[in-house]
């Protein structure tokens, strides 16, 4: 017991102090507990518009990336936005999704009562895990979803072979 004590207090004494360390994300956490202690429609005295949600900030999106027998394959998903502001490039091992969502409508903020809908630039990265014919990258987008499809190289692909258990 004493040991560990000792370990502990080592561990303290070559960790350097920051006084305003843990300060840069108490907003978000302040916004949860607010949430979570009083409810969202019983705290009409924090108006939302004096520190939007950090949630409503357009943000990479959700992307799945895994492979089939021929293919790796990208899902991302960009609900509301238009294929000609999306742009997918592709240098050597390496995958970008970049894309602008844009507000179509002019309503003046004054007479909004929510907005909660984001906008703005993003830009996603993502490293292949295998190897693949770049000239044959197809990409798609319906509904919100685009899909890119990457396929493998003969090398890349794996051969399964059967092992026998004795």
Known sequence: MAEEKQ???EAKSVTPWRPFMGFSGWE?????MMDDFFGRRTRPWWPERWSPPAALEISAPAVDLYEDKDDIVVKAELPGMDKD?????????TLTI???K???EEVKEENYYKCERSYGSFVRTLELPKDIHAEKVKASFKNGILEIRLPKTEEAKKKEIKVKVD
């Open 102 to 104: 844009k507000k179509k």
């Open 28 to 32: 978000p956490d302040m916004e949860r």
């Open 85 to 93: 502001n999306i742009e997918v490039n592709l240098t050597n091992s």
């Open 98 to 100: 970049k894309g602008e």
């Open 7 to 9: 370990k502990a207090k």
